[in-house]
């Protein structure tokens, strides 16, 4: 046990434990915060388009009518879209950033973590 308590313990047991942790992960499941240069495993997050987040759009798979296109006739027909950006206006994060706030507070509540930035 007094092994562990040296520095060179120390290091060996934190660079054992980061193998461990980051040997699971694949590259498509790590995201970099913003302001960071490291990576960090993305949590229930599915990139495949077949799970709940749209990591590309910051929405959830099944709101997100550019990655399903039959969504956008619904969204065009209730009055929410953006002609400029070509998206929902409640999906415009650029027209108002704000409007991400509701979609990274569902995010937040579903999985206990900030959601990935937007890619697209």
Not at 80 to 109: G, L, T
Request: negative net charge; aromatic residues 6%; hydrophobic residues 30%.
């Amino acid at each position: 046990m007094n092994w562990m308590m040296n520095g060179r313990g120390l290091s060996l047991g934190l660079l054992v434990t980061a193998a461990i942790g980051l040997a699971g992960c694949n590259k498509d499941d790590v995201v970099t915060e913003p302001g960071t240069a490291d990576p960090v495993a993305a949590t229930n997050v599915d990139h495949s388009h077949g799970g709940w987040w749209c990591v590309e759009h910051g929405v959830p798979e099944e709101e997100c009518p550019r990655c399903d296109k039959t969504l956008v006739s619904e969204f065009k027909e209730a009055g929410d879209w953006c002609d400029e950006h070509d998206r929902p206006e409640s999906q415009c994060f650029i027209c108002s950033p704000k409007r991400a706030e509701k979609f990274v507070a569902r995010y937040e509540a579903k999985t206990g973590h900030q959601p990935p930035e937007p890619t697209e």
